[in-house]
């Protein structure tokens, strides 16, 4: 998974940080400690190569200011740095972060974290405790077999491979987050919100966010020839694409299950061909075919199409990709569509990906990233309701070849730059 970020967007964060609120019981953790999206080509629990003058000005500033702010608890990263699993490297997790930042909270493993630590994962689990206890490790998720753990952990103290004063470290931790949330008074969480989760207000706050975080990349094939906002009244409309009715890839990975799903039986919500259709005068007649050929699009007469294509959901590994390209069939619905009649395409992915041999074709680009499920957050935007407001977070690359890019670099020159987007007027109503 290729994770370059533009270095302005770090010291973006850091002015954003992280607040903990103690009287609701919520303790905020950051992580991955540290690098995590600086790995060799990008590959999750890869490689962090970089100099110590680039560990601390563009990998370390957002655990400044977090520190700063109170965080509470800081997670270790499953990669290494220059060789050195983070679970494993003390120079970082205690001389820098504890002892120089002067860091009070606890550090937790990630999830079989210190399993990782060697390869295969477990061979050795005795050594894989004793390490990332002894580098700074204060709290270890342990999924399934906790007695192992425990035995392992006890023998090892007795042994004195594990000073008592580590563990003492540890503890004194744990139950100083715990006292400064008042655990030990309240322990249990308040259940009085509940209810609200998912209620109408929530949605329409996350229905804002969608139509505030698209980004419009082309509009019309000539400067004075728009094509969105999208007239409502039309004779009939082609909605087409893998991610036009799917609730499922609106919302990725993380959702639900861990590597997400697809279909639109998995939570409530509104795909964005469903949003059209409510969107779209009564008169218009929304045709949807999810990949028609050239033929069927010459033929049908239709006033224009919405193209809307993506990535499939994925989490971590699962999502390394060295060509980040829209699988088929995506490109060819672009091409079948966009080759026939006026198109907008509308992206659907959690990061860029390759879209420069289409951009020609296509009269609309939009990037809607992963809108979850309020579809018709999209349908607002692109029909007008709304404007177009939104700015690349990040660098639209032209090919991987360019990869690594960053703002500012030598050889920076992207498809899209850094905070780049087109503005639209909203209709009038």
């Known amino acids: 998974m290729f994770c370059f970020t533009d270095a302005i967007i770090i010291y973006t964060f850091c002015f954003n940080p992280v607040y903990i609120v103690y009287r609701d019981k919520v303790a905020a953790c950051a992580k991955h400690f540290v690098g995590d999206g600086g790995t060799v080509n990008g590959i999750n629990e890869n490689n962090t190569v970089a100099s110590g003058h680039d560990v601390y000005s563009i990998h370390m500033p957002a655990y400044y200011n977090s520190i700063i702010k109170g965080v509470s608890t800081v997670m270790a990263s499953y990669s290494s740095l220059n060789g050195v699993k983070m679970h494993a490297n003390r120079a970082m997790l ?5 002892d ?3 860091f009070r909270g606890f550090v937790i493993s990630d999830w079989e974290g210190i399993d990782r630590i060697t390869s295969p994962a477990h061979a050795n689990y005795t050594y894989s405790i004793e390490a990332s206890i002894n580098a700074g490790v204060d709290m270890v998720m342990v999924p399934y077999n906790y007695p192992e753990f425990l035995n392992d952990l006890t023998d090892l103290v007795n042994k004195k491979a594990i000073p008592m004063s580590r563990i003492d470290d540890a503890v004194r931790r744990i139950l100083r987050v715990k006292f400064s949330m008042g655990l030990f008074e309240n322990p249990l969480s308040d259940h009085s919100f509940a209810d609200k989760l998912g209620c109408k207000e929530h949605r329409e706050l996350a229905r804002e966010a969608v139509r505030k975080s698209l980004v419009l990349l082309k509009n019309g094939k000539s400067p004075n020839q728009p094509l969105v906002p999208l007239p409502k009244k039309a004779p009939k409309i082609l909605v087409a694409g893998t991610h036009a009715d799917n609730l499922g890839y609106q919302c990725g990975g993380w959702t639900i299950e861990w590597q997400g799903l697809s279909g639109n039986n998995m939570t409530d919500g509104t795909t964005i061909l469903k949003a059209i259709k409510a969107t779209v005068d009564p008169s218009t007649n929304v045709i949807f075919e999810e990949n028609p050929t050239p033929d069927f699009v010459k033929s049908q007469g239709f006033s224009y199409a919405v193209v ?3 990535e499939v959901p994925y989490a971590e590994t699962n999502g390394d990709s060295l060509n980040l390209t829209i699988p088929e069939p995506g490109p060819t619905t672009i091409t079948n569509v966009c080759g026939a009649i006026k198109c907008v395409v509308v992206v659907v992915s ?4 390759v879209i420069e041999p289409y951009v020609q074709s296509i009269d609309a680009l939009v990037v809607a990233w992963l809108p979850g499920s309020e579809g018709q957050g999209v349908a607002d935007v692109l029909f007008g309701d709304y404007r177009f407001t939104g700015r690349l977070a990040r660098t639209w690359f032209k090919s991987v070849d360019q990869l690594p890019m960053s703002l500012g670099d030598a050889h920076y020159d992207p498809l ?5 987007g087109l503005e639209t ?3 009038s109503h």
């Open 308 to 310: 809307i294509v993506g």
């Open 416 to 420: 899209f730059p850094f905070g780049f």
């Open 100 to 102: 120089t930042l002067h």
């Open 425 to 427: 007027k909203p209709n």
């Open 94 to 98: 205690t001389d820098f972060l504890k």
């Open 350 to 353: 959690g990061r860029p990906v």
